[in-house]
């Protein structure tokens, strides 16, 4: 009996994993938060880069 629980949680989360292939809208929501979130960094990324640019340029 022991060795049937092996192959048969085997199974199931071979299947658990293939239903995890489709994005659902929460999934879907959430990328879009992240690229969001990514964008606004990479964007105070550059704002900060520029500003230290700024404050070179008058220190000079």
Known sequence: MKYFNIPFI????????AACDNDGPAEQFGEQIDQAADEIG?????????????ADRLAN
């Open 10 to 17: 085997l199974l199931i989360s071979l299947f658990g994993l």
């Open 42 to 54: 990479d964007q105070a990324e550059e704002a900060a880069d520029e500003a230290e640019e700024a």
